[in-house]
């Protein structure tokens, strides 16, 4: 199943770890050999499966319950890099066309990612739900 894609799968696993490494940790941190590897490591473990389920003979791995696992993982690790990835780039772009000084593919990710706004919102959205929908006084209600 992995046979036609397999090399989409892996260029979408290392080219935005090498990316973020090169951009954002390489030179603004000091990391050890240990911190590096751990860097490496969920990246490389990805691609090792990836080449495991692609040299498969059969088109559907007997084991399903695996191969899900797999494709969690394949969510869970690879996907917000890559999301991370394109939207830096695509910052990058618009900053480049515009002549700003800000990164909006950065600054958006971690707008909205940020746990003020976060509570800002949640609380926001609880206060408009209970002045909405008031409780009559027999139930305790304001």
Known sequence: ???????????????????????????????????????????????????????????????????????FMLGLIVMPKLLFVLSSLAGRGVRRMTGGTRNWGNYKIWRYTNKENHDKLTHGLIKDIHHSHPQPRAAGGY
């Open 1 to 71: 199943m992995i046979a036609r894609i397999f090399i989409l799968i892996i260029l979408a696993t290392l080219l935005p770890d090498l990316y973020i490494y090169r951009r954002y940790i390489r030179h603004r941190f000091d990391l050890s050999l240990v911190m590096c590897l751990l860097w490496w490591v969920p990246g490389a473990a990805m691609v090792a499966v990836t080449l495991v389920y692609a040299m498969i003979d059969d088109f559907a791995p007997a084991n399903l319950t695996l191969f899900n696992i797999y494709l």
